[in-house]
């Protein structure tokens, strides 16, 4: 159950952003006022209506831990406002993966 949920779960990532290919210059993403800093590697952020209450939600990919972080959108589409994340879960358990 754990791996098909990650399975539906990636699938859903990859058609989102294969789906939105309306780059912008990079810019920094605000959290709790400052800017969201992942450490090590880079991000790919996907923002989408993840929790389905018509927000768009933050989701990025944490490198250094190998797991993705959520972002809850409580401001609006048009001045989005992120505060603390959670990992993104299944079964109670931070969903990590690993390279190679």
């Given at each position: 159950m754990k791996m098909k949920f990650c399975l539906i779960a990636l699938a859903l990532l990859c058609f989102s952003a294969a789906v939105a290919l309306d780059y912008q210059a990079p810019f920094k993403i605000n959290a709790n006022g400052s800017p969201i800093e992942l450490g090590l590697g880079h991000a790919n952020p996907?923002?989408?209506d993840w929790n389905g209450d018509?927000?768009?939600?933050?989701?990025?990919?944490?490198?250094?831990?190998?797991?993705?972080?959520?972002y809850i959108n409580s401001g609006s589409n048009e001045?989005?406002?992120?505060?603390s994340f959670t990992y993104l879960q299944a079964d109670g358990t931070d969903i990590s993966l690993s390279s190679g």
């Open positions: 996907l923002v989408t018509g927000l768009k939600d933050l989701m990025i990919g944490q490198y250094s831990s190998a797991k993705i972080r959520y001045a989005p406002v992120f505060t």
